[in-house]
């Protein structure tokens, strides 16, 4: 099955809601430059309550389950709209993992660390980098703002905010979805009139006398007709040799 653009990113849009602005553009863009790598994502988890959040630490201390997280409610970005979490979204579109070897492009990288990558170049921190608690899943851009400034009303300058959206847009010329699917498109037919051009060359000009023109080019030169046969295109061998056939280069009757 393959998964279309519009498609990889309906099954994250519920996710982007309530996140902060630029930090859901962000998202956006990491969705569609990680599917121009070959890597459909999808986000599993946005803007989180408080009461979420306190029921996930609850996940493997007094609620069964593995412990997930090492955050109380309003000590994790999540609940500021700040922080995402993702997954790789499978071919069938519906199942996804979180299996961080996986290398279902092909490119001889973990798509993870693809996603990852892509992640920090729009300028979020990943929590696989953390020192004791490691999130793999986990994004987030923190301003330079700690849980406690978030809990105590701060908010991110527009100074920052308009950095963010600088990394956001990148390049002017970066291209989109649908102008990279033109590109590909340009690049195969470039590549398809480039082997055409090289094999009329090859046509037109030929490194070696063909084995059944010898005969014909070493009588033309002996009557004197040609100074040189070598370099010749298909067609000029066929006429020389057409000639031979008639008689043209017979010493007597010589052209």
Known sequence: MTLAIEYVRSRSASRLVGLFPVVKAATEALIDRCFNRGIPIVITQGLRTIAEQDSLYAQGRTKPGQIVTNAR???SKHNFGMAIDFALLMPDGKSVSWDIKRDGNCDGIEDWGDVVSEAKALGFEWGGDWRSFKDYPHFEMTFSLSTADL????????????AAYTKVKGDDCEMTVEERAAFKSLQETVEAQAKRIATLEGNAKMAEIPTWAVDACVAAKRAGVL???AGGSYDFYRLITVMHRQGSFNVKGAV
């Open 73 to 75: 409610g309003g000590y």
């Open 151 to 162: 809990r105590a009303g701060k908010l991110p300058t527009q100074a920052q905010i308009n």
């Open 227 to 229: 100074d040189t046969t």
